[in-house]
């Protein structure tokens, strides 16, 4: 007896099939006549491509590049809205700059949580860099910025210590200053009474800027003009420095340090920029110290060790490599 | 061993071997089923497949049965012919994937329906490779698109998507 099954009611959706005169075993011309049909409509499908449930549309979805992608999203309304695919993006994102960080994640936050938006500007970062360098994009800035906002208070110093040594281009010598202007900018829109400071470093350390409120063009004039000084890095000098100039502030102020710099320390001065460092903590309240890496071949590893005497499990979220190029410097 | 019979929408009956129905995971898991229920006989398992043509379940098949003959060659050979197998694998794909968008469009909803992950991949790949390199317009008429965009919401779509062009 032969036995005949239903598949699932769930399998049973309706698709629009070809019929063929009905008989009970498959004749070879019907297939031919079907296949001649088949041809004939090659140049002018009847069945849209937009027909197939949309779990086989984002089947295909893996398979297209950003530039496919856009095209489909050209091609109608529908696929306007599946070439947005979220997970795609996402994907495509984490193919091309690697494993999804913290700072990938708050950046697609302030991407209005899209992974497109974030790749377009990723994008557009990568193919102005004219050395290699691997520079963050405005979401990303945004995001390290806001990592900074979230230690500040009601009164809050902010002194950027921006290394002028040696091994600093003229480069990224401006993408430090432009980053100082930029992030005081967000920081004085949310915490209008943010002062801030700047000190440059290098075998000597020079005060910029002493603590004060300041407006955004004069600030920039200021940062515009200043001179690289040139020389070895010594780290330990301007934090020194950053702590007599945050002395004399408010006790219950926010202190926030920004060392920007490529790290390239000896041993002996590595140790004392931790020393330094331990004693400001030490001696002042509400001190935080973040690091952005810039240039070429920067020394996380000294860089980790400054900003975890603020505690180890804040250092991961402090440390955000600016504007690298992953090499020796000679 | 029990024989599997698969009945097209026109009511056309197609014999398959129960290796070649492994492929179809639907008619695979159904298999087991029936036979966890009733055990071992020689019964025929009849299943309709109510919206699948007969020309694309003809299609469908000729991919399984295939696809079981390279595995077993896959398996028999040794290594050093695996990459002579696999062009031939590809070239047969190739070959097979050569029918016009409405078929592909049958194609990628049988496989759906009778889930056939690798037949799936495989219409997912040609369907892709079908819109690339392709401009909107010419992704509008390979796949028998309405435009339904005003030609407003296209030009503000593509110059938000200029940048992935280079």
Redesign the interface.
């Known amino acids: 007896?032969?036995?005949?099954?239903?598949?699932p009611q769930r399998?049973?959706?309706?698709?629009s099939?070809?019929?063929?005169?009905?008989?009970?075993?498959?004749r070879p011309e019907?297939?031919q006549g079907?296949?001649a049909r088949?041809?004939k409509?090659?140049r002018?499908?009847?069945?849209?491509?937009?027909?197939?449930?949309p779990?086989?549309l984002d089947?295909?979805l893996p398979?297209?590049s950003?530039?496919?992608?856009?095209?489909?999203?050209?091609?109608?309304?529908?696929?306007?809205v599946v070439g947005e695919a979220p997970s795609r993006w996402k994907s495509l994102f984490t193919e091309r700059w690697g494993p999804l960080t913290d700072l990938h994640r708050e950046a697609c936050k302030m991407a209005k949580d899209s992974w497109k938006t974030l790749y377009?500007a990723k994008?557009?970062t990568d193919k102005m860099a004219e050395h290699q360098e691997q520079s963050l994009c405005g979401y990303e800035l945004e995001a390290v910025i806001r990592r900074m906002s979230a230690c500040c208070a009601e009164k809050t110093v902010c002194t950027f210590c921006i290394d002028g040594s040696g091994s600093v281009t003229p480069n990224d010598f401006r993408v430090m200053t432009s980053f100082v202007a930029t992030a005081m900018e967000s920081l004085t829109q949310t915490h209008p009474h943010c002062k801030v400071s700047v000190v440059q470093f290098s075998n000597d350390v020079r005060v910029e800027l002493s603590p004060q409120l300041m407006p955004m063009d004069q600030l920039r004039a200021q940062l515009g003009e200043m001179a690289r000084m040139n020389g070895g890095t010594n780290i330990a000098l301007s934090i020194k420095q950053a702590g007599q100039l945050l002395k004399g502030e408010d006790a219950d102020a926010a202190r926030i340090i920004v060392l920007l710099t490529d790290g390239r320390v000896d041993a002996f001065q590595g140790r004392e920029a931790v020393r330094m460092a331990e004693r400001l903590v030490d001696e002042q309240s509400g001190v935080a110290i973040f690091a952005l890496g810039v240039g070429r071949g920067v020394e996380k590893s000294e860089l980790d060790r400054i900003i975890a005497v603020c505690g180890p499990d804040v250092a991961a979220s402090r440390y955000t490599p600016l504007c690298t190029i992953d090499e020796a410097p000679w | 061993m029990r024989n599997i019979?698969l009945r097209a929408?026109?009511?056309?009956?197609?014999v398959i071997s129960v290796a070649a129905a492994s492929l179809c995971k639907?008619v695979a898991s159904?298999l087991q089923d029936?036979e966890a229920s009733k055990g071992e006989d020689t019964?025929?398992?009849?299943?309709?497949?109510?919206?699948?043509?007969?020309?694309?379940l003809?299609k469908v098949l000729g991919f399984c049965e295939q696809q079981r003959a390279f595995d077993e060659l896959c398996t028999a050979s040794p290594a050093a012919q695996q990459a002579d197998l696999t062009r031939q694998i590809q070239a047969w794909q190739m070959e097979y994937m050569q029918?016009?968008?409405?078929?592909l469009?049958?194609l990628?909803?049988a496989a759906?329906?009778l889930n056939v992950p690798r037949l799936?991949d495989l219409c997912?790949?040609a369907?892709?490779?079908r819109?690339?390199?392709?401009?909107?317009?010419q992704?509008?008429e390979?796949?028998?698109?309405?435009?339904?965009?005003s030609p407003e919401?296209?030009e503000e779509?593509?110059r938000s998507?200029l940048?992935?062009?280079n």
């Open positions: 007896m032969a036995l005949s099954v239903a598949l399998l049973l959706r309706s698709t099939g070809i019929l063929l005169r009905s008989g009970k075993r498959t019907d297939l079907e296949k088949l041809v409509e090659k002018s499908p009847n069945i849209p491509l937009t027909d197939l449930p779990e086989l089947a295909l398979y297209l950003p530039s496919e992608l856009c095209a489909l999203s050209q091609a109608c309304r529908l696929l306007s377009r994008h557009e | 019979v929408n026109d009511g056309a009956d197609h639907t159904l029936l019964d025929p398992l009849i299943v309709p497949l109510p919206n699948v043509c007969n020309c694309t003809q029918v016009s968008t409405d078929e469009y049958h990628v909803m759906h329906y799936l997912t790949d369907m892709a490779e819109i690339r390199g392709k401009s909107p317009a992704v509008r390979c796949f028998g698109l309405k435009p339904s965009l919401e296209e779509i593509r998507n940048w992935a062009l």
